[in-house]
């Protein structure tokens, strides 16, 4: 019914509404379908930041050695 569609940064590039869920009364339900979009964007752009980010660390071998110098 919303659809919301952010980039890495977790900017918005576009929102769209299906016309059918406009109903002028009940604008409270549209903005919490709107934010419950929202959220759901930003929680798979985390998962995909953090698939990338757990696959780059695999292929360091190991890491890094925090604290020795």
Known sequence: MVTV??????NVLS???????VNPADVEMLQ???L???T???AKVDE???G?????????GG???FGAI
């Open 5 to 10: 569609t952010l980039n890495g940064r977790k």
């Open 15 to 21: 929102l769209v509404i299906a016309p059918e869920v």
């Open 32 to 34: 919490d379908l709107v």
């Open 36 to 38: 419950a979009a929202l």
């Open 40 to 42: 759901d964007a930003q």
């Open 48 to 50: 995909q930041l953090k």
């Open 52 to 60: 990338e980010a757990d696959g780059l660390a695999g292929s360091l």
């Open 63 to 65: 890491g890094f050695p």
